[in-house]
């Protein structure tokens, strides 16, 4: 058994030490061995930077992942799920990351009249504009 050291981003939106989370679970991650968490937006390089140091691999998890939410603030949509994921790949590529994992959603390739929907088929996503949308 290998012993992991995890480092977390989190803009801590749910934080239930915040006192704004319908959730516990968020309350001592500190406190936990092997995992450090950083408070900080996705957004930002510097803080990019100093997450991305000295890691061995990245589960990107961050992103505006509905529909409505969305569609509530479009520039906002667009800086978390495009522009900061193409800086957090170009930083972790800078940084040596030899690992890079991101989690996505079925919803990003909309709605579909066939039944079975790949990885091969055309992604659409919904909430961005057309000249975000990705053809393998």
Same mark, same amino acid.
């Given at each position: 058994?290998? $012993?992991?050291? +995890?480092?977390?981003? $989190? /803009?801590? #939106?749910? $934080?239930?030490?915040?006192? !704004?989370? &319908?959730?516990?679970?968020?309350?001592?991650?500190?406190?936990? &061995?092997?995992?450090?968490?950083?408070?900080? *937006?996705?957004? !930002?390089?510097? %803080?990019?930077?100093? %997450? #991305?140091?000295? =890691?061995?691999?990245?589960?990107?998890?961050?992103?505006?992942?509905?529909?409505?939410?969305?569609?509530? @603030?479009? @520039?906002?949509?667009?800086?978390? @799920?495009? $522009?900061?994921?193409?800086? #957090?790949?170009?930083?972790?590529?800078?940084?040596?990351?030899?690992?890079? =994992? @991101?989690?996505?959603?079925?919803?990003?390739?909309?709605?579909? /009249?066939?039944?079975? +929907?790949?990885?091969? *088929?055309?992604?659409? =996503?919904?909430?961005? &504009?057309?000249?975000?949308?990705?053809?393998?």
């Amino acid at each position: 058994e290998e $012993d992991y050291h +995890v480092r977390v981003l $989190d /803009l801590g #939106l749910f $934080d239930s030490s915040q006192g !704004d989370s &319908p959730s516990s679970e968020h309350s001592n991650l500190e406190e936990k &061995p092997g995992l450090e968490v950083i408070r900080g *937006d996705l957004r !930002d390089p510097e %803080c990019l930077a100093k %997450c #991305l140091r000295n =890691i061995h691999g990245v589960i990107h998890l961050a992103a505006i992942s509905n529909d409505p939410t969305g569609e509530m @603030n479009e @520039n906002v949509t667009r800086q978390i @799920n495009f $522009d900061a994921v193409a800086s #957090l790949l170009s930083l972790a590529k800078e940084y040596g990351v030899q690992r890079f =994992i @991101n989690g996505s959603s079925s919803s990003v390739f909309g709605i579909k /009249l066939e039944d079975d +929907v790949t990885e091969d *088929d055309w992604a659409r =996503i919904r909430n961005l &504009p057309l000249e975000y949308v990705h053809k393998p």
